[in-house]
């Protein structure tokens, strides 16, 4: 009988062993304009709960959930590759999410992922698509809105007072990304919106990281503002929801659907489609 791999914390030192499996998933890559996933798994691993399962001194799986104020937030689950089918992602998942009820994560095209998910507790919501295109395209800044550069720890605050997660680390981790550029919408009743835009890890392309509008707001003004700045005049990547109203908007100036994931959840007011372009791994 096999000794199931044993599941302990990880470590910085893990990162090099976690990245070669994230990169046999095609989930990690060659550092060409900036690195994006060494300082995001740095802060999963010092902020938030990060496990690997590890057999014969080898890491065979490697998973992470960030406690994102309403929900623990599945950030990862790999397995290596060629050890896929053989009982380590499950007692892993478990390991991760622990006894919460309240439990979020987006899953892959891949067809195993779902089910999995499936059977921790969580169901399918919405399609989450990934867009690109160009930046410059969409509408200028509407007259009524303003938005300026701001200090993190005034963002974390505003999301705060909207939805009751106090999440100011993980907001200054968002704005130590490269090249980030973080920013708040204002409009005549006050903040509209906070988000990040950063550069991008395989291409000279810039990344809108996150987005929250005002739960009571119209999000579409703020959604194109935020991806008209991040791109800076050319083209931009986005993580749109299915159900966003901004959808339209940008697909008719040009942007196209590069992949798509599908949101789970244990209660489906645990995501809100409308008010957030998530962090796919964050929340």
């Given at each position: 009988m096999s000794i199931a791999p044993a599941v302990r914390r990880a470590t910085v030192e893990d990162v090099?062993?976690?990245?070669?499996?994230?990169?046999?998933?095609?989930e990690d890559e060659p550092v060409s304009n900036a690195d994006i996933i060494g300082p995001y798994l740095r802060h999963l691993i010092a902020h938030h709960r990060a496990m690997v399962s590890v057999d014969d001194g080898a890491i065979v799986g490697y998973g992470a959930v960030v406690d994102a104020g309403t929900s623990t937030h599945l950030a990862d689950l790999f397995v290596r590759s060629d050890r896929l089918g053989q009982g380590i992602g499950r007692p892993l998942l478990g390991v991760l999410?622990?006894?919460?009820?309240?439990?979020?994560?987006?899953?892959?095209?891949?067809?195993?992922?779902?089910?999995?998910?499936?059977?921790a507790g969580m169901a399918p919501r919405w399609v989450s698509l990934y867009l690109e295109g160009d930046g410059s395209s969409l509408p200028a800044l509407d007259g009524r809105l303003t938005i300026t550069a701001t200090e993190p720890a005034r963002m974390a605050d505003v999301?705060?007072?909207?939805?009751?997660?106090?999440?100011?680390?993980?907001?200054?981790?968002?704005?130590?990304?490269?090249?980030?550029?973080?920013?708040?919408i204002a409009d005549h009743q006050g903040p509209l919106a906070v988000g990040y835009g950063r550069a991008s890890q395989g291409s000279s392309m810039r990344?809108?990281?996150?987005?929250?509008?005002?739960?009571?707001?119209?999000?579409?003004?703020?959604?194109?503002?935020?991806?008209?700045?991040?791109?800076?005049?050319?083209?931009v990547m986005a993580t749109v929801p299915?159900?966003?109203?901004?959808?339209?908007v940008l697909l008719e100036h040009g942007f196209r659907i590069l992949d798509q994931d599908q949101a789970m959840a244990s209660h489906p007011d645990l995501l809100d489609p409308i008010h957030l372009l998530p962090n796919p791994a964050m929340l």
């Open positions: 090099p062993s976690i990245r070669e499996i994230l990169a046999a998933h095609d999410f622990g006894d919460s009820t309240h439990r979020t994560t987006f899953s892959s095209r891949d067809p195993r992922a779902l089910p999995v998910y499936v059977r999301e705060r007072r909207w939805t009751g997660a106090d999440r100011h680390l993980d907001h200054a981790f968002w704005a130590s990304q490269a090249d980030a550029d973080a920013f708040l990344a809108l990281g996150r987005l929250s509008v005002r739960p009571d707001a119209d999000p579409v003004p703020a959604v194109i503002a935020a991806i008209r700045r991040t791109g800076r005049g050319g083209h299915g159900p966003n109203p901004a959808l339209p």
